[in-house]
């Protein structure tokens, strides 16, 4: 039971930028030794490899329909991260533990990932880039107070992500008419055929 609020917190980080939970888990666990880090993370070559995936979707997700293209990929890579995480932290053994904890994993990260591209992508009608910008930076911050607490404080971080989860499913519903046409205007750009001179 100890490991669930761990997991739970880190699965809500994954949701939002899994490479950067990554990141920080390998960071923390090699560094603070804290344990419960699963020492994989803490590898020369998976940290280096985790934070250049993490600068680049640093960088992609400040601007505004990039962020959007960006979280379509990462609607199948956030829960999976989710899921391997909770798999790892349970210890992997493929018993009843690692498969409630890889399933806790996967998905709250999932209804972390959809909230949040949900609201990223109504804040994406908006005309200036500042709320985009400020949208991105306060779930960076998010990710790594979340994932700091997962390794140091585990139930703090727990009701932390759990909070922060309620407030952006209510957010994301409460702007599905936003988030409706932040999608048709997503398509738009998608679909637009190219200029021609």
Do not use: C
């Given at each position: 039971?100890?490991?669930?609020?761990?997991?739970?917190?880190?699965?809500?980080?994954?949701?939002?930028?899994?490479?950067?939970?990554?990141?920080?888990?390998?960071?923390?666990?090699?560094?603070?030794?804290?344990?419960?880090?699963?020492?994989?993370?803490?590898?020369t070559d998976v940290l280096i490899i985790m934070g250049i995936l993490a600068l680049v979707e640093l960088v992609?997700?400040?601007?505004?329909?990039?962020?959007?293209?960006?979280?379509?990929?990462?609607?199948?890579?956030?829960?999976?991260?989710?899921?391997?995480?909770?798999?790892?932290?349970?210890?992997?053994?493929?018993?009843?533990?690692?498969?409630?904890?890889?399933?806790?994993?996967?998905?709250?990260?999932?209804?972390?990932?959809?909230?949040?591209?949900?609201?990223?992508?109504?804040?994406?009608t908006s005309p200036e880039p500042v709320s985009n910008v400020g949208a991105s930076v306060a779930g960076d911050v998010?990710?790594?107070?979340?994932?700091?607490?997962?390794?140091?404080?585990?139930?703090?971080?727990?009701?932390?992500?759990?909070?922060?989860?309620?407030?952006?499913?209510?957010?994301?519903?409460?702007?599905?008419?936003?988030?409706?046409?932040?999608?048709?205007?997503?398509?738009?750009?998608?679909?637009?055929?190219?200029?021609?001179?």
């Amino acid at each position: 039971m100890e490991l669930l609020p761990m997991t739970f917190a880190s699965g809500w980080a994954s949701g939002i930028n899994a490479y950067a939970t990554v990141f920080v888990l390998g960071i923390l666990g090699r560094f603070l030794d804290t344990g419960g880090v699963p020492e994989g993370f803490q590898r020369t070559d998976v940290l280096i490899i985790m934070g250049i995936l993490a600068l680049v979707e640093l960088v992609a997700d400040k601007v505004p329909v990039v962020d959007s293209v960006w979280d379509v990929p990462s609607t199948v890579i956030r829960p999976i991260a989710g899921a391997v995480i909770g798999a790892l932290i349970a210890g992997a053994q493929g018993d009843l533990l690692t498969i409630t904890l890889a399933a806790v994993g996967g998905v709250t990260a999932l209804l972390s990932h959809l909230s949040k591209a949900g609201i990223r992508l109504a804040v994406n009608t908006s005309p200036e880039p500042v709320s985009n910008v400020g949208a991105s930076v306060a779930g960076d911050v998010g990710v790594v107070g979340v994932t700091t607490l997962a390794v140091l404080f585990p139930v703090a971080a727990a009701v932390v992500a759990a909070v922060l989860l309620a407030l952006t499913i209510w957010l994301a519903l409460a702007m599905m008419a936003r988030i409706r046409k932040g999608w048709r205007w997503l398509k738009q750009r998608w679909t637009a055929p190219p200029a021609t001179t």
